[in-house]
């Protein structure tokens, strides 16, 4: 898993899950969508493989959500550049 | 250092890291059924500023460097560089293995799954780990 992107010019993320069983990728997406209210999906890639996708109409919603989790240097993959946006390692030292 | 080899669960941002990368790129490697086990993280070479974002926070774990290493895709036929660290074997990396594997009878090894609770698990933070 992991490796997401977001699909070239769609701006539709999609999360490689593919080490996980079609349940297993089905019950990831339904927790992302209840517990955090980003609407994902687990669609078949190739070969009995499922990743999940998140649809351009929620990817301000996931920016939004998750800036300030993400290290500086993957916000590329979001579309993100040019700054720091929320992340700050002070906002961690005290948990780790 | 030694007073976090000795818990028995991560503080919690660590603790949320850690379960986003068994949700992704991360392992866990448990060689004998009663032992220790540690955490092992290989990422591609580019992505390597945040391979030493996490590095860092498992220092305290962690008795080696980070290491760099060719690899050969079958696949594609060609070759690539990654970078990887793994922490040393401790207790605490047996709670997250219990989470996240089961041993396959049949196979005779450990297979990752996803747990059972993950609808608990699951947090804005964690969800950067699992993607990217």
């Known amino acids: 898993m992991g490796d997401g992107n977001l699909k070239g010019g769609e701006g539709i993320i999609r999360i490689y899950t593919n080490s996980f069983t079609r349940l297993e990728v089905e019950k990831l997406a339904f927790a992302i969508t209840s517990k955090l209210d980003i609407k994902t999906s687990a669609v078949h890639d190739r070969n009995g493989q499922y990743i999940l996708t998140i649809n351009k109409f929620q990817l301000n919603a996931v920016r939004k959500l998750i800036e300030s989790y993400m290290h500086p240097s993957m916000l590329y993959k979001l579309g993100m550049c040019g700054g720091t946006f929320g992340f700050n390692y002070k906002n961690i030292l005290d948990q780790i | ?132």
Do not use: C
């Not at chain 2, 290493?69 to 997250?96: H, L, Q, S, W």
């Not at chain 2, 594997?101 to 698990?121: C, F, M, T, V």
């Open chain 2, 1 to 132: 250092m030694a007073h976090y080899r000795l818990m028995s669960i991560f503080p919690p941002y660590l603790h949320q890291v850690a379960i986003g990368l068994l949700l992704s790129d991360g392992s866990i490697e448990r060689p004998t059924r009663t032992g220790g086990a540690r955490l092992s993280v290989i990422l591609g070479i580019n992505s390597l500023p945040y391979l030493l974002h996490l590095y860092n926070l498992f220092e305290p774990y962690i008795n080696s460097g980070f290491s760099i290493t060719e690899v050969y895709n079958k696949k594609t036929g060609k070759y690539y560089d990654t970078a990887r660290f793994k922490t040393g074997m401790m207790p605490i990396f047996v709670y997250y293995h219990d989470m996240f594997y089961h041993y396959d009878e049949n196979a005779q090894r450990y297979i990752k799954r996803l747990p059972e609770n993950i609808d608990s698990l699951m947090t804005p933070a964690r969800l950067p780990t699992v993607a990217w």
